[in-house]
């Protein structure tokens, strides 16, 4: 505690003083042991530092003698022209006179003048080894003259050579420039084995270099040469020479380090690389008689060159550090790095050269050319051993730096390609919709079809029969016609199949051989062959494959979205009563049904497209069956075992779907429409409407026996026509079907339509029933006449209307339904009248149905003849019908189709029609015979052989789907 002691007794009493006391006697006294152990523990640091500094003192000491002895050695050195780079023996100076000094002295000035110019010759001549041995020359000549010290004999040179004193600043300078032009021939690859280990050479004799320096100043030049190929300056150059330049370089690069660095160390002997210690070697070792003197011949030659010391004229340059290999280990590392290096920079230089190549036409061209520089080193040393010496591994400048990013673009181009196919086709169908018109051919497929135009002819093409390969646009206008594809729709899917043709005549390319080229080049082939071009092929049509298959979808998806969106706005426009609206949304869904259904036809590429891996299968198995016995399976069931469930399949399946979907909008729609206005004729039962819809009812004179066997006759009227109503509903049916080309709807459409349409039919009739009916009575309230116009009617709906789905639950349910209707209104007729009317009803019933078999055709199945027009002829033979006659040559002309329901499996590619039977009540027994189609034994072949082959190409389908 610091206070003075007047302030101690001032401030605290007596007690707290002598406290005070107490605490600072015990710091003093630990003060002083502290003291004690700090001197007793310091003690030894002490001595040892006295000791330290007595070593020090005798190691400067030796220091600075030795410095005065290097000194001592130096100036001896200089006297005996033992300067750096001297291997000869010390000249006896003392024995030489005066004159010989002096010419010795002058002989080397006049060298040491004449360096630059041949330092420069060297330079310029790429000969850098040699320029670099005649600077370190002219080095050793000025250090022998002591031309670069202040020393009493340099005054005296300078004093009788003025030239002298800038000579060597003349030739000081070229050191920066062999190392600036070595580093140079370091970056460019086109250099030789021995250029380069020249200019290593030089670099090492210049700079004191190791062989790992230069090594390491090697792969870095290498590194920037690569990086440059890919610099601004480089835009000038082709895509392909600036791939091709890039790959040679890396190739070069790994086999001049082979050649120049790499060092067999079990066979020494027959090492026939490490180019670059042996180049090293000859340079700097005395007892190497190759090359005794630097000097050339014509320095030789000069009169002044006798006078010059040995130690010029067998100067040899010497290295302070070491030259030793490199080691295995460290080399392939370094190269195993640069390799990984340049990977990176060729990955993002050529990513962003090959994104300016828009074509894989363009790809495969440069592939090529990358194979050809390739394989055109094959003959030298193996590319297998340069690579297992200096990386320890197989390395493939294809397959590592090249081939994932001209797969990545290959891809890319055809991914944009299929975008670009899917937008334009989804445009073209917005386009389409929004351009329809009442008076298009899309709206009215009638018109479009009975008009003549002229590419109606198929093309001559189509003309040459089954056996040649048929393209759609061959077909001609009439095929087009025949499956009420429009133009709109022609024009829609051959802008896809043009687009799809162009990418696989462009993938070709990079994934098939040409045959015309193998041949050619079997003769130039070479022996090496540095990688496989078609590697990439399966993986390439599996992408396109799966692409593709994405793009339809696509398609498949805009179609539904635009069918949706029509759907909807059909109900909201039929509820509004739009009747003009309605029927054009109801016009474009038919226009995406029939695209779909087009797509399957006219674009032959898009099923290629799909198919591509698995017709590279058939391809295979089928020259696998060639090398086989006879007994294995033939083409076309090898084709059968691949395409039962393939992709295509599934695709054309899903394209079917929508067209389904489509056309039933349209189904409902004209059910709808028409059943409204049928219900509305149907219930007005007032006697305006029933006298507005009655139609002629025939008089037919009976005569019947009595009892007493008298004749007795009498008139009956029958009902010989159906209502107008009824005749109405079916011919606008009709009309309506021929409208949307009836002749081109699968039959699953036209039978939904018809079943659909005769159930609503049915479904009417059931609540006129319900209406008429009296309570607590099953008779209706209706007159006979009007329930035998009503079976007559209902009779010959279900005559006509026979091309209903013939399902088991369907059909009878319907079946049932039509049988109680019928008993409700033959119940209202007089029993013994229905007696008499029913044979005469029927056969009104026949020759009604007989006379509108044509117009209304289209209702009926197609596997039954409605029609019994032709009877046989009452002496025995056979009625001669007036048809076409038939060839009898099947070559010429086949036959002609005939519907019957033992119809054969149908052809592949059509949807077989249903085996549909018309529902003819039992009573009711048409005689039905089918007509008979005789040969002709005259039949012109001519025409016939023309319609034959038209009926076995384009037109086999008409009427079939």
Request: proline residues 3%; charged residues 20%.
């Amino acid at each position: 505690m610091e206070m003075d002691t007047d302030a101690l007794f001032e401030k605290f009493t007596i007690e707290e003083i002598r406290k005070v006391e107490q605490e600072t006697r015990a710091e003093i006294e630990k003060k002083k042991e502290d003291l004690r152990q700090m001197v007793g523990e310091r003690y030894r640091d002490l001595i040892e530092a006295a000791d330290t500094i007595s070593d020090m003192k005798n190691c400067a000491g030796k220091i600075v003698q030795s410095v005065q002895t290097m000194q001592t050695y130096t100036n001896e050195l200089q006297q005996t022209h033992m300067t750096r780079g001297i291997s000869a023996k010390p000249s006896q100076v003392k024995d030489r006179s005066v004159n010989k000094e002096f010419y010795g002295i002058a002989s080397q000035i006049k060298l040491l003048l004449d360096m630059p110019e041949k330092i420069w010759s060297s330079i310029e001549s790429s000969q850098h080894l040699k320029a670099t041995q005649l600077y370190l020359l002219a080095c050793h000549i000025v250090s022998s003259l002591q031309l670069d010290s202040s020393t009493q004999q340099s005054a005296q040179l300078l004093a009788w050579f003025p030239l002298l004193s800038r000579q060597w600043t003349a030739i000081s300078h070229f050191k920066g420039g062999i190392l600036q032009s070595c580093r140079n021939i370091l970056k460019n690859a086109s250099v030789s084995d021995q250029g380069v280990a020249d200019a290593l050479c030089s670099i090492m004799l210049l700079e004191d270099s190791s062989p790992r320096q230069v090594f390491t100043e090697f792969l870095l030049a290498r590194k920037t040469s690569v990086q440059q190929c890919f610099h601004s300056s480089q835009h000038g150059t082709s895509i392909k020479s600036q791939v091709c330049g890039v790959i040679e370089q890396i190739n070069i690069t790994l086999r001049q380090i082979y050649a120049v660095f790499y060092h067999q160390e079990q066979d020494e002997e027959n090492d026939c690389c490490n180019l670059l210690l042996k180049t090293l070697q000859g340079v700097v070792n005395p007892a190497d008689q190759k090359g005794l003197s630097i000097l050339s011949d014509d320095l030789m030659m000069g009169s002044f060159t006798k006078h010059l010391p040995t130690s010029i004229t067998g100067f040899k340059p010497s290295l302070r550090t070491p030259s030793t290999p490199i080691a295995a280990g460290y080399l392939q590392q370094s190269v195993e790095q640069w390799v990984e290096t340049c990977i990176k920079d060729v990955h993002n230089g050529v990513g962003k050269l090959l994104n300016y190549v828009a074509s894989i036409k363009a790809l495969t061209s440069i592939r090529d050319e990358l194979w050809e520089l390739l394989a055109a080193n094959g003959d030298q040393v193996s590319w297998d051993k340069v690579c297992k010496s200096v990386v320890n591994r197989r390395l493939s400048l294809w397959e590592e730096f090249i081939r994932p990013l001209f797969l990545t673009r290959v891809q890319a181009i055809t991914q944009d390609s299929l975008d670009k196919t899917c937008t334009s086709t989804q445009q073209l169908l917005t386009q389409a919709l929004q351009d329809m018109e009442s008076t298009s051919p899309e709206c009215d497929i009638a018109s479009y079809v009975w008009k003549e135009l002229g590419i109606d002819m198929p093309s001559p093409s189509a003309w040459k029969g089954r056996a040649q390969n048929k393209q759609p646009n061959e077909a001609g206008g009439l095929y087009m016609k025949s499956r009420a594809f429009t133009p709109r729709t022609q024009s829609i899917c051959s802008t896809v199949d043009s687009q799809l043709k162009t990418l696989l005549d462009d993938l070709a390319y990079y994934t098939t051989q040409s045959e015309e080229k193998t041949q050619d080049n079997v003769a130039t082939t070479p022996t090496y062959n540095p990688f496989d071009k078609y590697a990439d092929c399966t993986t390439l049509q599996s992408f396109l494959q799966i692409s593709c298959s994405k793009c339809i979808h696509r398609i498949l998806d805009h179609v539904k979205k635009a069918l949706q969106a029509s759907s909807t706005q059909l109900d909201a426009t039929k509820k509004l009563g739009q009747n003009q609206e309605s029927l054009m949304l109801v016009d474009r869904a038919l226009l995406l049904g029939r695209f779909c259904v087009a797509m399957t036809e006219l674009s032959p590429h898009l099923e290629k497209a799909i198919l591509i891996s698995e017709e590279q299968t058939i391809t295979k198995m089928e020259s696998a069956r060639l090398r086989t016995s006879k007994t294995s399976r033939r083409p076309g069931q090898v084709k059968a075992v691949l395409s039962e469930d393939n992709d295509w399949m599934k695709i054309k399946l899903e394209l079917l779907s929508q067209t389904h979907e489509s056309y039933n909008i349209w189904n409902k729609y004209t059910c709808s429409v028409l059943l409204d206005e049928f219900k509305t004729c149907l219930m007005n039962t007032n006697g305006a409407s029933l006298l507005k819809a009655a139609t002629h009812w025939d008089t037919i004179e009976i005569e019947e026996e009595t009892e007493d066997g008298k004749k007795v006759s009498s008139k009956i009227r029958l009902p010989v026509q159906g209502s107008w109503y009824v005749q109405s509903l079916l011919y606008g049916l009709c009309e309506e079907i021929n409208r949307v080309g009836g002749h081109a709807l699968s039959r699953s459409a036209i039978s939904n339509l018809v079943s659909n349409t005769s159930s609503g039919l049915v479904a009417l009739y059931e609540d006129l029933v319900k209406e008429k009916s009296t309570e607590g009575s099953k008779r209706l309230a209706v007159s006979q006449s009007q329930a035998l116009q009503m079976l007559f009617d209902l009779r010959f709906i279900t005559v006509i209307m026979s091309g209903r789905n013939e399902e088991s639950k369907s059909q009878s349910a319907y079946t049932e339904r039509y049988q109680k209707l019928i008993q409700r209104f033959e119940g209202v007729v007089d029993p013994f009248d229905l007696d008499v009317f029913s044979p005469h009803l029927q056969a009104n019933l026949n020759r009604h149905t007989n006379r509108c078999t044509m117009l209304l055709g289209a209702l009926a199945s197609a596997d039954k003849h409605l029609y019994s027009s032709h009877r046989a002829a009452s002496s025995g033979f056979q009625e001669q019908h007036n048809v076409l006659p038939l060839a009898s040559s099947q070559g010429r002309f086949t036959l002609l189709p005939l519907s019957s329901s033992h119809n054969t499996a149908p052809s592949h590619g059509t949807i077989p029609r249903p085996q549909a039977q018309p529902l003819i009540p039992s009573s009711i027994k048409p005689s039905t015979p089918e007509p008979i189609l005789h040969k002709s034994r005259t039949a012109p072949a001519s025409l016939y052989s023309k319609f034959g082959s038209l009926k076995s190409g384009w037109l086999a389908n008409i009427g079939g789907q």
